[in-house]
Protein backbone atom coordinates (compact mmCIF):
# COMPACT_ATOMS: atom_id res chain seq x y z
CA UNK A 1 0.00 0.00 0.00
CA UNK A 2 1.17 3.25 -0.76
CA UNK A 3 0.43 6.33 1.82
CA UNK A 4 -0.98 9.22 0.27
CA UNK A 5 1.55 12.06 1.38
CA UNK A 6 0.71 15.87 0.12
CA UNK A 7 4.27 17.47 -1.38
CA UNK A 8 6.15 17.22 -4.72
CA UNK A 9 3.63 15.97 -7.40
CA UNK A 10 6.77 14.74 -9.25
CA UNK A 11 8.27 12.62 -7.00
CA UNK A 12 4.71 11.11 -6.25
CA UNK A 13 4.45 10.13 -10.00
CA UNK A 14 7.48 8.08 -9.50
CA UNK A 15 7.50 4.13 -9.11
CA UNK A 16 10.30 2.92 -7.28
CA UNK A 17 11.72 -0.38 -5.64
CA UNK A 18 13.67 -0.49 -3.26
CA UNK A 19 15.88 -3.92 -3.95
CA UNK A 20 17.58 -5.37 -0.99
CA UNK A 21 20.33 -7.95 -1.03
CA UNK A 22 21.90 -10.55 1.36
CA UNK A 23 25.83 -11.36 -0.48
CA UNK A 24 27.19 -14.52 1.23
CA UNK A 25 30.83 -14.17 3.11
CA UNK A 26 31.55 -17.71 1.86
CA UNK A 27 31.17 -19.51 -1.09
CA UNK A 28 28.71 -22.46 -1.26
CA UNK A 29 32.39 -24.56 -0.77
CA UNK A 30 32.78 -22.88 2.43
CA UNK A 31 35.17 -20.68 0.88
CA UNK A 32 35.98 -17.20 2.67
CA UNK A 33 34.66 -14.23 0.11
CA UNK A 34 37.30 -11.71 0.09
CA UNK A 35 35.50 -8.38 1.14
CA UNK A 36 36.48 -6.14 -1.71
CA UNK A 37 35.40 -8.56 -3.92
CA UNK A 38 32.08 -7.99 -2.54
CA UNK A 39 32.42 -4.14 -2.05
CA UNK A 40 32.87 -4.57 -5.92
CA UNK A 41 29.80 -5.75 -6.40
CA UNK A 42 27.83 -3.20 -4.31
CA UNK A 43 29.99 -0.39 -6.15
CA UNK A 44 28.93 -2.31 -9.23
CA UNK A 45 25.10 -1.77 -8.61
CA UNK A 46 25.44 1.52 -7.26
CA UNK A 47 27.13 3.06 -10.04
CA UNK A 48 24.36 1.26 -12.79
CA UNK A 49 21.25 2.04 -10.80
CA UNK A 50 22.52 5.45 -9.02
CA UNK A 51 23.08 4.45 -5.12
CA UNK A 52 23.27 1.96 -3.04
CA UNK A 53 23.93 1.51 1.21
CA UNK A 54 25.72 -1.34 2.70
CA UNK A 55 24.66 -2.12 6.13
CA UNK A 56 26.87 -2.67 9.10
CA UNK A 57 28.50 -6.04 8.05
CA UNK A 58 28.51 -8.96 8.20
CA UNK A 59 25.40 -9.65 9.25
CA UNK A 60 24.56 -13.54 10.61
CA UNK A 61 21.67 -15.53 9.11
CA UNK A 62 19.92 -18.47 10.86
CA UNK A 63 17.99 -21.18 8.67
CA UNK A 64 16.96 -24.71 9.04
CA UNK A 65 17.78 -27.55 7.00
CA UNK A 66 14.01 -29.15 6.36
CA UNK A 67 11.09 -28.84 8.31
CA UNK A 68 12.35 -28.79 12.33
CA UNK A 69 15.72 -29.39 10.80
CA UNK A 70 19.53 -28.57 12.28
CA UNK A 71 20.22 -24.51 12.63
CA UNK A 72 22.56 -23.21 10.19
CA UNK A 73 24.49 -20.23 10.49
CA UNK A 74 26.00 -18.33 7.84
CA UNK A 75 27.34 -14.52 7.57
CA UNK A 76 26.03 -11.93 4.76
CA UNK A 77 26.98 -8.53 3.81
CA UNK A 78 23.32 -6.63 3.39
CA UNK A 79 22.57 -3.61 1.16
CA UNK A 80 20.15 -2.16 -1.00
CA UNK A 81 18.94 -0.12 -3.57
CA UNK A 82 16.42 1.93 -5.10
CA UNK A 83 15.20 2.11 -8.60
CA UNK A 84 13.35 4.30 -10.18
CA UNK A 85 11.42 1.89 -12.42
CA UNK A 86 8.63 4.62 -13.82
CA UNK A 87 8.47 3.17 -17.61
CA UNK A 88 9.92 0.27 -17.06
CA UNK A 89 7.86 -1.65 -14.85
CA UNK A 90 7.96 -4.76 -17.48
CA UNK A 91 10.92 -5.01 -17.75
CA UNK A 92 12.64 -4.62 -13.83
CA UNK A 93 11.50 -8.86 -13.21
CA UNK A 94 13.52 -9.94 -15.83
CA UNK A 95 16.29 -7.55 -14.63
CA UNK A 96 16.06 -8.17 -10.88
CA UNK A 97 16.46 -12.21 -12.36
CA UNK A 98 19.31 -11.53 -14.88
CA UNK A 99 21.04 -10.08 -11.90
CA UNK A 100 20.67 -12.92 -9.04
CA UNK A 101 21.88 -15.17 -11.39
CA UNK A 102 25.18 -13.70 -12.14
CA UNK A 103 25.56 -12.99 -8.64
CA UNK A 104 25.03 -16.49 -7.90
CA UNK A 105 27.16 -17.70 -10.20
CA UNK A 106 30.19 -14.89 -9.05
CA UNK A 107 29.41 -15.61 -5.79
CA UNK A 108 29.54 -19.50 -5.77
CA UNK A 109 25.79 -19.78 -4.45
CA UNK A 110 22.57 -21.80 -5.26
CA UNK A 111 20.87 -19.11 -3.83
CA UNK A 112 21.28 -15.56 -3.37
CA UNK A 113 18.42 -13.21 -1.62
CA UNK A 114 17.45 -10.65 -3.14
CA UNK A 115 13.75 -8.76 -2.30
CA UNK A 116 12.00 -5.94 -3.76
CA UNK A 117 9.23 -4.10 -2.54
CA UNK A 118 7.59 -0.86 -3.74
CA UNK A 119 8.11 2.12 -2.32
CA UNK A 120 7.56 6.19 -1.75
CA UNK A 121 10.25 8.49 -1.76
CA UNK A 122 9.17 11.13 1.06
Known amino acids: MII ?6 AASNRKMVKVEFL ?4 TGAGEAID ?3 IMGEIER ?3 R ?3 ATALKAPVEGLWAKGAGGEIEKDQHV ?4 VIDITGREQSIGE ?3 RLKRQMEEKFGQEDIFILASEVQRI
Do not use: K
Not at 4 to 9: C, T
Open 4 to 9: DIPGDA
Open 23 to 26: LPRT
Open 35 to 37: MRY
Open 45 to 47: IAA
Open 49 to 51: EGG
Open 78 to 81: SFFT
Open 95 to 97: HLL
